[in-house]
C-alpha cells in the first residue's frame, strides 16, 4: 500500500497521481487505486522492492534525480511551551543561592527511625520491595531527615552550614492513596538565631517574588520535633504553604 502523498513528500517535488501511476505499471508493478492509496502488486522478481519508500524510489529514479531541483527543507520551527514548574524551581534555587544557601542534592531513600522521629507514622512510609541499600529501605516522606543528616556529618567542618533541597517526596494517606509531591527544604545552622531569620527572609522573599503577599506567619505546636514557641506554620489565606522553626 504506497499513500500517494508519500511520493511527493519523499522526493521533494510536486508528483501528479497518474504520473506515479504510470511509472510504476511501466516497470510491471500492478497498480489499482485505493483512496488516498495505491494498491501495488509487486512482481516476485522484483525482491527488492519491500516498502513504500522502495516504490518511492522507483519512481525518482526514472524521473530522473537531476530533474529534481535543489531545494532547502521547509521546517515550522516554533517554541515548546514554557515548564512553569522548572522555571519556578531555577528561579527558587537563585533566590536561596543568593541568600547565602548551597544547594544539596540526597538520594530519595531513608530509614524508619530518621521519618518517625518528625512525626511520620510507620503506616504512611512506602517501603521499597528491593531497597539498594539495606539501610534505607523507605522512600522518603520529607526532605529534612537527610538534610539533617548532612548537617551532622559537616559540622565538624563547618562554623555555619546552609543548605536546601528540592525533590520529591512519597507518602501513603489514610485513605491508602499513594502520593508523591515536588517540595523544597532548607535548614540553617551554626548561629541559632541568625539561621532562623535568614531561613525567614529568604522564604518572604520567595513568596512575595512569586505573587504572594498575603502571607501570616502562625504559631504552631503539632511539630514535636521543633522547639515550642519557636514553630511556625507559612499561610497565605487559608492554604499552609510550609512549616518554619528551630530544631
Known amino acids: 500500500k504506497l499513500v500517494i502523498s508519500l511520493v511527493s513528500d519523499l522526493l521533494g517535488v510536486e508528483v501528479s497521481r497518474e504520473k506515479t501511476k504510470t511509472v510504476l505499471e511501466s516497470l510491471g508493478f500492478k497498480v489499482s487505486s485505493s483512496g488516498q492509496s495505491f494498491l501495488v502488486e509487486v ?11 522502495d516504490l518511492v524510489e522507483e519512481v525518482g529514479r526514472l524521473l530522473g534525480y537531476k530533474n529534481i531541483p535543489d531545494r ?9 511551551p514554557k515548564n512553569k514548574d522548572v ?11 543568593k541568600a547565602g544557601f548551597s544547594e544539596v542534592w540526597n538520594y530519595s531513600f531513608s530509614d524508619e527511625e530518621s521519618q518517625t522521629s518528625l512525626g511520620f507514622k510507620k503506616e504512611s512510609l512506602l517501603e521499597l520491595e528491593n531497597p539498594l541499600d539495606q539501610g534505607r529501605p523507605y522512600l522518603v516522606s520529607s526532605l ?21 533541597e528540592l525533590g520529591k517526596v512519597f507518602f501513603r494517606k489514610i485513605t491508602s ?6 517540595r523544597l527544604a532548607a535548614v540553617a545552622w551554626g548561629d541559632r538565631d541568625q539561621g532562623f531569620w535568614e531561613l525567614k527572609g529568604a522564604l518572604e522573599f520567595l513568596l ?14 503539632g511539630y514535636g520535633f521543633l522547639e515550642k514557641g519557636k514553630c511556625f506554620e507559612i499561610m497565605s489565606g487559608k492554604s499552609k504553604l510550609g512549616f518554619l522553626g528551630t530544631l
Open 72 to 80: 532547502v527543507p521547509v521546517i515550522a520551527i516554533s517554541l515548546p
Open 208 to 221: 512575595k517574588e512569586g505573587g504572594i503577599n498575603d502571607i501570616l506567619w502562625r504559631p504552631a505546636s
Open 87 to 97: 522555571i519556578g524551581e531555577e528561579w527558587t534555587r537563585d533566590v536561596f543561592v
Open 177 to 182: 492513596v499513594i502520593c508523591e509531591e515536588r
Open 43 to 53: 512482481p516476485t522478481r522484483r525482491l527488492d522492492v519491500l516498502l513504500p519508500e
Open 144 to 164: 529534612l531527615p537527610n538534610l539533617i543528616r548532612n548537617v551532622v556529618l559537616n559540622s565538624p567542618s563547618f562554623e555555619t552550614i546552609k543548605i536546601f
